[in-house]
């Protein structure tokens, strides 16, 4: 650490500034907090159920983005969600009439947080309405999907961000910067191990027809995406083995564990674990030929928690979905370019990798990629 700027970084303190409801301007002491007075992003949220609401909680913080509207299939809901978050009825829609936010000056975005089958039809539908669509992971059940929605989104002039909360996170930052700055020497190894018990039997998680697949499209999606910011590198090859022992709960097609390794261009490896049958799978490690990270937990909704070669990670604790609207904001407005990307390109190569993960569990042989 040789600066100020540094220190701040390495401690996180701009994105604790941001959660704080102030900016943080680290090169001018005698200005370090400032209230924001810039634009801020009015967004609508399209599902109000578990992760909706957790996304709607953290927005309360945000000081650049603010939730003024709904979509939802459910009135007692909406006059709930409105009651608790004063929102007014004319920013009020549901499943079949939200094409007239079109209409309505009100809403800038919507954040698209229902089952993963419906987002490919939404985000369309949002971007023919001329709203800025956020959406979340994964971004459609498959690449050509998700092309669409990039298609879409370009078409109609607006953003298309997906909901990778870990891109804005702290230590995951870190670990990146340290990678970036050569910290690690060439990086040889990444493992992710990522899952669950899935509850539920009859929960739309475990219906291919709403979810797409399995674990693999749910929660192995942050070793793939991991494995992709924390390397630094696109893979090149997959190989992949599935392993089922309940298949009452996890039909044709809903994937319960699936181990998975990816080659990159550098020679580097990775070695993964997807499950909705393990608990406690959150954890990545990297090796360098200088050194090592790792993160226990890596995903969750934290505190996360990690340590290299160099020691503890102490960066700032954050609501991710805090810090992951405030930034959106910034990306939709400023067209600021955050570390790792967000956009609709970056959806799709995970969904690419996916789709290539799938085959080669099915064919049981190397899968070749380039994406
Ligand atoms: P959930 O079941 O808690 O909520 C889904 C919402 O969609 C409910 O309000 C439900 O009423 C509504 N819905 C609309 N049409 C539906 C239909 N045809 N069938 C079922 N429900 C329907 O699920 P969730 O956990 O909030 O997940 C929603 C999305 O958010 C998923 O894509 C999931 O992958 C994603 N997610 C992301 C994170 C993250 O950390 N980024 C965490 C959890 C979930």
Redesign the pocket.
């Known amino acids: 650490m040789n600066s100020r700027r540094d220190f701040l970084q390495k401690i996180g303190v701009s994105a604790l500034m941001l959660q704080l409801g102030s900016v943080a301007f680290a090169d001018t002491p005698n200005h370090f907090e400032q209230p924001y007075d810039g634009k801020v992003l009015r967004v609508a949220i399209m599902?109000?159920?578990?992760?909706?609401t957790?996304v709607a909680e953290a927005m309360k913080a945000c000081t650049k983005a603010k939730l003024v509207g709904v979509i939802?299939?459910?009135p007692s809901?909406i006059k709930e969600w409105q009651t608790k978050y004063n929102i007014p009825e004319k920013n009020c829609y549901n499943?079949e009439n939200f094409d007239q936010v079109k209409n309505n000056k009100d809403i800038d975005a919507i954040y698209v947080?229902?089952?993963?089958a419906?987002?490919h039809s939404q985000v369309i539908r949002v971007a023919k309405a001329g709203k800025h669509a956020i959406c979340?992971?994964?971004m459609a059940l498959n690449a050509i999907e998700a092309q669409e929605m990039i298609d879409a989104c370009k078409k109609a002039n607006v953003k298309l961000l997906i909901?990778y909360?870990m891109h804005f996170e702290p230590h995951t930052l870190e670990v990146i910067r340290m990678r970036k700055a050569g910290e690690f020497g060439k990086i040889m190894f990444f493992q992710a191990q990522c899952g669950f018990k899935a509850g539920d039997p009859n929960?739309?998680r475990l219906n291919k027809a709403?979810a797409g697949g399995g674990a693999m499209m749910?929660i192995g999606i942050y070793a793939i995406n991991g494995a992709r910011y924390m390397v630094g590198e696109e893979p090149i090859w997959v190989t992949a083995q599935e392993t089922k022992t309940d298949s009452l709960k996890f039909k044709e097609g809903v994937d319960e564990t699936i181990q998975f390794q990816l080659g990159f261009p550098s020679g580097a490896v990775a070695s993964c674990l997807s499950s909705y049958n393990i608990n406690y799978l959150d954890r990545f490690f990297m090796s360098g030929n200088n050194g090592f990270a790792e993160m226990q937990p890596s995903t969750g909704?934290g505190p996360i928690k990690g340590r290299t070669h160099k020691g503890e990670l102490m960066q700032a604790i954050t609501t991710h979905q805090t810090v992951q609207m405030d930034e959106m904001a910034t990306i939709i407005f400023d067209d600021n370019k955050p570390i790792v990307p967000v956009n609709g390109e970056e959806g799709l190569k995970d969904l690419k990798i996916i789709e290539a993960i799938y085959l080669a569990a099915k064919i049981e042989k190397k899968v070749n990629l380039n994406i």
């Open positions: 599902g109000l159920g578990g992760y909706g957790r939802s299939g459910t809901k499943y947080i229902t089952p993963n419906l987002h979340e992971k994964p909901g909360r929960q739309w709403l749910d909704y």
